[in-house]
């Protein structure tokens, strides 16, 4: 499985990006998908994701209510998007696939497959 997020940059606080993740070589519909973090100097922590057919989102508590999870699993892409960001925020972002079948569940937790990240940087 390969995954490629980008979407990432600079911006200030209270802004939006959206990230987008392209996944390929698994059928994206049969998988839980995530998103993890890493911020600097900090361990990676899970902090959303989203059942096979995207009705169930689970958020960690740092990011609930502004961060919406999503998956289009036709392209198989999936999709972050980051409201009210606030420089705690700033970290490599990396989405993932759940291919060992832990499920989507609240706190999400990391799952096993994740690929190249992309750098989030808010600015106060």
């Known amino acids: 499985v390969q995954l490629q997020a980008s979407g990432g940059g600079l911006v200030q606080a209270g802004g939006s990006l959206r990230l987008s993740c392209a996944i390929s070589?698994?059928?994206?519909?049969?998988?839980?998908v995530g998103w993890s973090r890493q911020a600097p100097g900090k361990e990676r922590e899970g902090i959303a994701c989203?059942?096979?057919?995207?009705?169930?989102?689970y958020y960690a508590d740092s990011v609930k209510g502004r961060f919406i999870a999503s998956r289009d699993n036709a392209n198989n892409m999936v999709y972050l998007q980051m409201d009210s960001l606030k420089p705690e925020d700033t970290a490599v972002y990396y989405c993932?696939?759940?291919?060992?079948?832990?499920?989507?569940?609240?706190?999400?937790?990391?799952?096993?497959?994740w690929g190249q990240g992309t750098l989030v940087t808010v600015s106060s």
């Open positions: 993932e696939v759940d291919r060992k079948g832990s499920g989507c569940y609240e706190p999400p937790i990391l799952f096993a497959s």
């Open positions: 989203a059942s096979r057919n995207g009705y169930s989102t």
């Open positions: 070589g698994v059928r994206l519909e049969d998988y839980t």
